[in-house]
C-alpha cells in the first residue's frame, strides 16, 4: 500500500513565524501535490511537482512555496504565516503513469494565531 | 477554466434508503474520481472512471460516468450507518496526468 506520511496532525503557530509542513511517500512516485482544504470549498491546490526540483503554481499559490529536493519529500512553507492560512493541510501523491489516483495523508490541521 | 460542482453538498437519508449524488463539470475530460473522507481523515480513493459509460460498484456503491453530458453520479443502494462520510469527485484538467479539481464535496449522513 502507498503510504504518505506528513509530519504533524496539529500544528499551532503564530503570525508572521515561517512555517514548514513536510510530506514524505514511499511509493517512488514522481508527482506530488499540496491542498488546502476548508468547508465549504473542498479541496484547493497549492502546489504540486512532476520531479525532483520541479514545482509548478496551482490555484492558490499566493504566501505558500514548496521544495523539492528529493522525490519522496515535497515541503510546503509558509513564508510569513497569516490567520488566514489556517486550514487544513493534505498532501497527495501519484504515479504518472496511466491514470492513477491520488493517494493522501492524513493531513495537517494547522492553526495560525 | 475547469469548474466540478457536486449536488448535493449535504445530504440526510435513512437506513436502507437508495440516492444518488451527482457531479457536474464544466469542460471535456475523461477521467474522473470519486474519494471518500470520514471525519477527521484523510481522502481514500473509491472509483477510478476513465472512458464513457464505464461503470464501477464496490458494496453498496455504484459509480458511472457520462462524458457527453459531463456527469458522474454515485448511487448509493440501501444505505448504512457506516457510508456516512463526505464523498468527493474529482476531474483531470485535461487528458494528461495532470492535477485533479475536487467538487466541493457531499457530506452524507446515513441515520436509523
Known amino acids: 500500500d502507498v503510504k504518505v506520511t506528513q509530519s504533524s496532525r496539529y500544528l499551532v503557530k503564530r503570525t508572521g513565524e515561517k512555517v514548514f509542513l513536510e510530506c514524505v511517500q514511499d511509493?517512488?512516485?514522481?508527482?506530488m501535490f499540496w491542498y488546502r482544504q476548508d468547508p465549504g470549498l473542498g479541496l484547493r491546490l497549492i502546489y504540486f511537482?512532476?520531479?525532483?526540483?520541479?514545482?509548478e503554481k496551482g490555484d492558490i499559490p499566493e504566501g505558500y512555496s514548496v521544495s523539492r529536493e528529493k522525490k519522496e519529500r515535497f515541503s510546503l512553507i509558509l513564508e510569513s504565516a497569516s490567520t488566514n492560512q489556517t486550514s487544513m493541510y493534505l498532501c497527495?501523491?501519484?504515479?504518472?503513469?496511466?491514470?492513477?489516483?491520488?493517494?493522501f495523508g492524513d493531513g495537517t490541521r494547522l492553526s495560525i494565531l | 477554466e475547469l469548474k466540478v460542482e457536486q449536488n448535493p453538498l449535504f445530504l440526510s437519508m435513512q437506513e436502507g434508503k437508495n440516492y444518488t449524488i451527482y457531479c457536474n463539470y464544466s469542460?471535456?475530460?475523461?477521467?474522473l474520481y470519486w474519494y471518500r473522507q470520514d471525519p477527521g481523515k484523510s481522502l481514500e480513493s473509491l472509483f477510478v472512471?476513465?472512458?464513457?459509460?464505464a461503470v464501477k460498484q464496490e458494496g453498496r456503491l455504484m459509480a458511472s460516468l457520462d462524458t457527453k453530458a459531463r456527469l458522474s453520479t454515485l448511487h448509493i443502494t440501501a444505505a448504512v450507518h457506516d457510508l456516512s462520510a463526505t464523498y468527493f469527485c474529482?476531474?483531470?484538467?485535461?487528458?494528461?496526468?495532470?492535477?485533479?479539481?475536487f467538487g466541493k464535496g457531499t457530506r452524507l449522513s446515513v441515520i436509523a
Open positions: 497527495a501523491s501519484n504515479s504518472p503513469l496511466g491514470p492513477q489516483p491520488q493517494h
Open positions: 511509493m517512488d512516485h514522481e508527482n
Open positions: 511537482s512532476y520531479d525532483v526540483k520541479m514545482k
Open positions: 469542460t471535456t475530460s475523461d477521467r
Open positions: 472512471l476513465l472512458s464513457n459509460g
Open positions: 474529482a476531474v483531470d484538467r485535461n487528458s494528461g496526468n495532470t492535477p485533479l479539481v
